[in-house]
């Protein structure tokens, strides 16, 4: 059985989906949208009239004030105004305003009143005006910087994590697609050969070069390194039975249930499922005797355990079988990834042999 792959518009579509939906860096979305008007680039009709219409209303504010406030309040609706503009528009019209507003202030509001009159109390009035101005927007323009920097600094990890994701694509891509093309060279090579023991070596090879290509394909995404195995088995048994040519006289059952496995755990999960289901096809039927293979695939209800169940209806085990002591080296490759796994192998004749494979899901594969 050959498994192929293009590229194609299926390709295409997943890596601009991977591009579209990489993670901003940490931070509330409502204040990501913040940021990012902020230091969206302003046009100079915006700037300056935001400025004129700031100056206007903070000063109309301060005169509808005026008799309300208790002398020595001069800059009281100029001091929020600025550092809002200077936010908002840049430090240069955050600057103009300043001055603007410390006109106002001074001929206005600080005595002698209606000039611009300079004594000592003037002097003060006007050198703290300066220091806490200067100093809102020194702070602010600090903060505008490290916005931009904060910005650029997030593009620049987009941009790594996107040409990352792109080159683990093509590698998985090229991997699967060199698996496929192992297993067809396997599958052609098989029909030159006459030998029984040969040829049967040779497909079996292929299935698992072929399972193993499977998976790759389901893993392209780097960002979704899960698959659900039961959706898997639902796809590869009808596939192995077909292969093993008894599809006209063996039913075959998969009753599957949704289990999320990691990428460890399902490459060596799907050999063990693919060489537990190549012995049922292999051993259960001999001489073209029908029957039925039964493949079951539970979790428990707390979610930390897997029961995957093979069954048949064929003649049993051999007499002096010991599964810790396999001849076909399809079982000994079963028998030794579930040790990888953390799983429990066993075989029992039960009417016919039935293999499981105790898994725990909360338990990384051993190196």
């Not at 390709?11 to 509330?28: C, D, H, I, N, Y």
């Not at 915006?46 to 219409?53: L, N, P, Q, T």
């Not at 496995?261 to 999960?269: D, G, K």
Request: proline fraction near 7%; include cysteine; glycine fraction near 8%.
């Amino acid at each position: 059985m050959i498994f192929g792959s293009t590229r194609g518009v299926t390709q295409v579509a997943f890596l601009t989906k991977m591009e579209t939906s990489l993670p901003r860096l940490p931070g509330g979305s409502v204040l990501d949208r913040v940021a990012d008007w902020t230091m969206a680039q302003r046009s100079p009709m915006f700037r300056w009239g935001f400025v004129a219409v700031a100056f206007v209303l903070s000063t109309a504010a301060r005169f509808a004030l005026d008799p309300y406030l208790p002398p020595g309040f001069p800059y009281l609706t100029f001091f929020p105004v600025i550092a809002l503009t200077a936010f908002l528009t840049g430090s240069l019209a955050g600057g103009v305003l300043t001055v603007l507003c410390g006109l106002v202030a001074w001929y206005y509001f600080i005595p002698p009143y209606n000039s611009f009159g300079l004594t000592s109390a003037t002097a003060l009035a006007l050198l703290l005006y300066v220091v806490v101005t200067a100093t809102e927007l020194g702070l602010i323009y600090l903060m505008r910087r490290a916005l931009e920097r904060l910005a650029l600094a997030e593009s620049a990890a987009r941009e790594m994590a996107l040409s990352r994701s792109l080159m683990f694509a093509e590698l998985q891509h090229r991997v699967s697609n060199n698996l496929a093309v192992v297993g067809s060279l396997l599958s052609l090579q098989r029909r030159e050969v006459r030998d029984p023991g040969a040829a049967r070596a040779l497909d079996e090879a292929a299935a698992r070069v072929n399972v193993v290509s499977r998976l790759s394909r389901l893993l392209h995404d780097p960002q979704a390194q899960q698959i659900d195995f039961g959706a898997f088995l639902r796809s590869l048994v009808p596939d192995a039975v077909a292969a093993g040519g008894i599809g006209d006289r063996v039913k075959v059952s998969v009753l599957a249930e949704p289990v999320i496995v990691s990428a460890e755990i399902a490459v060596p999960l799907g050999l063990v499922a693919t060489e537990l289901l190549s012995n049922a096809i292999e051993h259960g039927f001999p001489e073209g005797r029908p029957g039925t293979i039964q493949v079951q695939l539970q979790a428990d209800p707390d979610g930390r355990a897997a029961r995957l169940t093979i069954r048949d209806d064929g003649p049993g085990l051999p007499p002096g079988f010991d599964l810790d002591r396999p001849r076909s080296l399809g079982l000994m490759i079963a028998r030794q990834f579930a040790g990888q796994l953390g799983a429990e192998l066993t075989m029992a004749d039960e009417g016919g042999v039935v293999s499981r494979v105790e898994l725990p899901l909360d338990a990384a594969p051993a190196a």
